[in-house]
C-alpha cells in the first residue's frame, strides 16, 4: 500500500470500517511510514475531540449539508482542487456511524478531501472559542501561572472565596473575599501578617477575574473576531490557536489538542502597560485540595501591621513613586507600572538595596505594600480615566518631566504628577 491510499483509508480505518484485510494493509504501511503514522494518530484524536464535543451540535439536523457546502466552498477556491474519486464510498461506509457521530463524520470527509476544515472554517473556530470561553467562565476553581511582560512567573490558586498567590521571593498572599482580609507569609522568616483589602473587587492581581470580564466582554460585542492561529508546541505538547479581539481586547488563546485546557492565554497591553501571559491551567479541583487556608501555620510568628488596602488614593500614588525612587532605585522611577509584577522583578535589586539601608523585615513589607496599594489607586481609576505613566528613565530631580497624568471621574481636566511629585491640574 502507497502513502496516497492509505491516507484515503484512514478515516474508515480510525472508525473501524475496514474489512481485515484492509485495515491490516493500513496497519502494516503505518509501521513503517512516519508521515502515515502521524497522520492516523491526528485523525484519531480529531475523532476523539468530535466525538467529546458532539452532542454539543447534533441536534442540527442540517449539520452535514453545512459541513459539506464549507468543504467545496473552500475546495472551489483552490488552485489545486482536484475531487476524489472515493468519496461517494467514504460517505457510504461513514453513513453508518452518522447518526451517533454525525460531527465526526462530516469533519472526517473533509479530512478525506485533504482539507483541516477546524483550522480553516470560521464556524469551527467560533465554535472552538465558545467552547474555551465557557470552560474559563464555568471554572469554580483553577490553578495557574501569570507572568507580565515576560517577567517572572507567579503562581495563582483560585477556590471558593479564597485567592492565593505564590511569589517567587519567599511571599505568599491569601485574600479571603468574603472578610476582605489578607494572610501574608514569608517563609523565609518564618513571620505572617494580617492586613484589610478594602474593596477587592478590583484587586490589580485577582488576574482570573479579570481574564473572565474580558471573555464576558468579548462574548457579548458584536465586533468581536475570531481567527485561526494554527497549531504551536507549548511544553511539547501540541495545542490549538485562536485569536480573539475586539477594538479594545486582545486574546490569544493556544488549548492543548488532548485535554481541551487553555495552555497559554496571551493578553495585549494588560493594565494598561504591559502583556499578560497566562500558563498551565487546571479547572475545577475541589477545594479540599488546594490548601487554601487564613489559619496562621504553627511554626510562623504573627505579626501586626498597620497598613490595609482599603480606598487607595492619588496620594498613595504618589508615595509609592517616592519609596520606589527614594529608595529603591537611586532617585529612578520604574519604567513600567504593571502591578505585582514591579516588585517581583526587581526584588533581588529591591533586598540588596533595603538591605544596605539596615531596614528590618517589617519595614520592608510595609514599603511594598505601600507601593501595591499606590498601583491599586490606577486600577481602580475609571475605563475613561485615560491614565498614562511615562516616567522611563525620569529621575525626582526632573521637575519639567510628567511621570503620570490621568482624568478623575467626571472631571473635564486632568491631574498630572511631575517627577519631583509636584501634582497640578491641567488641560
Not at 488552485?79 to 454525525?102: D, E, F, G, M, Q
Not at 491569601?174 to 478594602?198: P, Q, R
Not at 495545542?239 to 497559554?264: C, F, M, Q, R
Not at 511554626?299 to 527614594?326: C, K, R
Request: aromatic share 8%; glycine share 6%.
Amino acid at each position: 500500500m502507497n502513502c496516497e491510499i492509505c491516507k484515503e483509508n484512514l478515516v474508515c480505518y480510525v472508525e473501524g470500517l475496514l474489512d481485515e484485510q484492509e485495515r491490516f494493509a493500513v496497519e502494516e504501511h503505518i509501521n513503517v511510514c512516519q508521515e502515515c503514522e502521524f497522520q492516523a494518530n491526528e485523525t484519531t484524536k480529531l475523532r476523539e475531540r468530535l466525538i467529546f464535543r458532539g452532542e454539543e451540535i447534533s441536534e442540527d439536523v442540517f449539520l452535514e449539508e453545512k459541513v459539506l457546502e464549507q468543504i467545496y466552498i473552500e475546495k472551489s477556491q483552490s488552485a489545486n482542487y482536484r475531487p476524489v474519486a472515493n468519496l461517494t464510498v467514504s460517505i457510504r461506509h461513514l453513513r453508518k456511524n452518522l447518526v451517533k457521530y454525525i460531527a465526526a463524520a462530516s469533519i472526517a470527509i473533509a479530512l478525506i478531501l485533504g482539507i483541516h476544515l477546524l483550522g480553516n472554517s470560521t464556524v469551527e473556530a467560533n465554535v472552538a472559542w465558545t467552547r474555551v470561553a465557557d470552560d474559563i467562565l464555568n471554572a469554580e476553581t483553577a490553578t495557574f501561572d501569570v507572568a507580565l511582560g515576560g517577567g517572572p512567573v507567579i503562581k495563582n490558586i483560585v477556590g471558593g472565596q479564597y485567592r492565593k498567590q505564590i511569589l517567587g521571593n519567599g511571599l505568599e498572599h491569601t485574600i479571603d473575599y468574603n472578610t476582605g482580609h489578607i494572610l501574608i507569609l514569608n517563609s523565609v522568616k518564618k513571620t505572617a501578617y494580617f492586613t484589610e483589602s478594602g474593596n477587592i473587587a478590583n484587586y490589580s492581581t485577582n488576574y482570573f477575574q479579570y481574564l473572565k470580564d474580558k471573555i464576558e466582554i468579548l462574548k457579548l460585542s458584536p465586533n468581536t473576531k475570531v481567527a485561526v492561529l494554527g497549531t504551536r508546541i507549548i511544553s511539547d505538547r501540541p495545542t490549538d490557536g485562536l485569536h480573539i479581539y475586539n477594538d479594545s481586547i486582545d486574546l490569544k488563546i493556544w488549548t492543548d489538542v488532548e485535554d481541551a485546557l487553555p495552555a497559554l492565554i496571551i493578553y495585549d497591553k494588560t493594565l494598561g502597560q504591559t502583556t499578560l501571559e497566562m500558563r498551565n491551567f487546571k479547572f475545577n479541583i475541589p477545594v479540599e485540595e488546594l490548601a487554601l487556608s487564613m489559619n496562621v501555620p504553627e511554626e510562623y510568628t504573627l505579626e501586626p501591621l498597620a497598613l490595609d488596602f482599603a480606598n487607595p488614593t492619588e496620594q498613595d500614588l504618589i508615595e509609592a513613586l517616592n519609596i520606589w525612587a527614594n529608595i529603591y532605585s537611586d532617585g529612578h522611577f520604574p519604567d513600567k507600572l504593571d502591578g505585582v509584577a514591579l516588585l517581583v522583578s526587581q526584588g533581588e535589586i529591591i533586598n540588596k538595596k533595603t538591605d544596605e539601608l539596615g531596614m528590618t523585615e517589617k519595614e520592608k513589607l510595609a514599603a511594598s505594600l505601600q507601593i501595591t496599594k499606590g498601583l491599586l489607586f490606577i486600577q481602580n481609576l475609571a475605563p475613561d480615566s485615560d491614565w498614562q505613566y511615562t516616567g522611563k528613565g525620569v529621575t525626582t530631580n526632573d521637575a519639567m518631566s510628567i511621570i503620570f497624568r490621568y482624568k478623575p471621574e467626571g472631571s473635564e481636566t486632568y491631574r498630572v504628577i511631575y517627577g519631583d511629585l509636584v501634582v497640578e491640574d491641567a488641560d
